[in-house]
């Protein structure tokens, strides 16, 4: 209920001011069992009701297996008070963020063969004419998908004769051709769709909107849509990227390590779906990556951002190349144990030795204290403050894009003439996407009626601190809220936690 596309059908009826839904109690992610190996299925469950009412949200914090079969799988919850969100969250609003024009065309899925035949070994590459045969060498070209990128690669090649007629490609490549022919085309006679028929020596998504995009770069950034850790990576530009990676058209080493920054991987872990037995975040650009707010750094913020990419990128690509069985998917799973304080020993020990583990948590550090000063936030922000400070600046950029004020990210691409963007006549809800379904009620002038609304927030909330209470009203303050949190814990209608947070 909670992927991209789903979570629409609840947003307009959260979003309705004359017949608002509510979501009373909801849990995004529960394992389904049906048999004694585990779960091959995740599920929501939702409870909503008509008004505007705060909800429960219970999230796993951890999950066992059934000791045997049949038998369910014991879970432990973190049970959360307040609005829930259509994409079954509480806090920051991620769902409600725009696609930024700043980011459009940038971000693309990888092509679809319709057709395995187009791929080829090296050898039978060589074969073909590769690097014998002029300008073939722009028709078989390295093949990855995402296990080629965190992995071991395959060193696999395909023949891509996007651009070519029939007829060209028979006439200037015909050794090519005749492969093709001969392993793509019966296949293709099959398909019920009439193009790939047709153009059965082309892909069959050859994605011609992402091409234009990589001309003129000598590397672009490519991601794994679904994996454990989202890695974002450099690849050489005469690479084809498989429909199972998400390529951005940038060569700029800036945005590597903003994309690579803590900020970036909470928003889109906070936008994009899950998948999958192992239930791995899923990156969708059309939601991870087309509404993420950029930085507008200083130009000596963005030198020392591209610094810090190209450092990155180098040390990942080092070791591996050190060390042949080394994975990024090995590395990043040590370095997140690295992370939980856990022992480093036996294979990951190897993996820490091999791939300077220690180094790379310190590149990704301090990839985040530069990624904050570019926004211009303290480095001490609480992941819940990183995502309402990017969902209320995904708000400012698409009003400051309705006035005609767009910070493109690629304006040699996007706005190659440097042409004004007219601003919209009027800005209406539909400018700026849904309505935003947390309306705050406005902070009441006298103390009696504050004293009674905090107490209501923290009943509604359960715990929270003065900062969360603080965001449900217009023109709050935390340091109005703080004291008189302590007032009713004095009253004996509030408690402080060890963790600082007040509680009923």
């Known amino acids: 209920m909670r992927q991209t596309f789903n979570r629409r059908v609840l947003e307009r009826h959260l979003a309705d001011e004359k017949a608002p839904l509510s979501l009373l109690f909801a849990i995004p992610d529960h394992p389904w069992v049906d048999a004694g190996d585990g779960a091959a299925v995740r599920i929501a469950m939702t409870v909503a009701a008509a008004g505007k009412e705060p909800g429960r ?9 059934g000791e045997t079969e049949g038998e369910g799988r014991p879970v432990t919850f973190q049970i959360e008070k307040g609005k829930v969100f259509a994409d079954l969250r509480i806090g920051a609003d991620v769902a409600g963020a725009v696609a930024l024009r700043a980011n459009e065309g940038l971000a693309h899925m990888g092509v679809k063969l319709h057709g395995m035949g187009f791929v080829v070994t090296p050898q039978e590459a ?26 071991t690669s395959r060193g696999s090649f395909v023949i891509d004769l996007f651009g070519l007629t029939e007829a060209e490609a028979r006439n200037r490549f015909p050794a090519a051709f005749q492969w093709v022919l001969d392993k793509v085309k019966p296949e293709r006679d099959q398909n019920n769709r009439e193009t790939y028929r047709k153009n059965w020596w082309v892909f069959g998504e050859p994605r011609r909107e992402l091409r234009p995009a990589l001309e003129g770069l000598s590397r672009f950034l490519a991601t794994t849509r679904t994996a454990k850790h989202r890695i974002f990576q450099f690849v050489p530009s005469n690479c084809v990227a498989e429909s199972k990676l998400v390529v951005i058209a940038s060569n700029d080493a800036a945005a590597l390590a903003i994309l690579s920054s803590l900020a970036h991987e909470l928003f889109s872990l906070a936008v994009g779906g899950w998948l999958g037995v192992g239930n791995d975040p899923t990156y969708n650009h059309s939601a991870c990556f087309n509404p993420f707010p950029f930085p507008t750094p200083t130009e000596a913020q963005t030198t020392r951002l591209r610094a810090l990419g190209e450092e990155l990128d180098a040390h990942r690509k080092a070791q591996a190349a050190a060390h042949p069985g080394l994975t990024l998917t090995g590395m990043y799973n040590t370095l997140e144990k690295l992370r939980a304080g856990e022992r480093i020993e036996g294979r990951d020990r190897q993996i820490y030795d091999d791939g300077l583990i220690g180094i790379l948590r310190d590149i990704h550090d301090r990839i985040d204290a530069a990624v ?16 309402h400070r990017l969902v209320d600046l995904n708000r400012a950029r698409a009003a400051e894009e309705a006035r005609g004020l767009v910070h493109w990210l690629r304006p040699d691409y996007q706005n190659p003439q440097g042409r004004a963007i007219a601003a919209k ?17 406005p902070w009441p002038k006298s103390l009696p009626e504050q ?38 814990t004095l009253l004996g209608q509030a408690r402080i936690l060890e963790t600082g947070r007040f509680a009923t």
């Open 425 to 441: 006549a009027e800005t209406t809800e539909m400018d700026l996407g849904t309505t935003p379904t947390d309306t705050k009620t």
């Open 126 to 151: 060589r074969h073909l004419g590769l690097r014998v045969t002029p300008g073939l060498e722009k028709h078989i070209r390295p093949f990855l998908n995402g296990r080629d990128l965190v992995q």
């Open 372 to 387: 904050a000063e570019a926004y211009g936030w303290p480095v001490t922000l609480t992941d819940d403050d990183i995502l």
């Open 57 to 65: 949200l219970l999230t796993i914090t951890e999950e066992k297996k």
């Open 451 to 488: 004293i009674a609304a905090v107490r209501q927030a923290l009943q509604d909330l359960g715990e929270a601190t003065p900062e969360e209470i603080a965001r449900r009203f217009l023109r709050a303050r935390a340091g109005s809220v703080q004291p008189l949190l302590q007032s009713l």
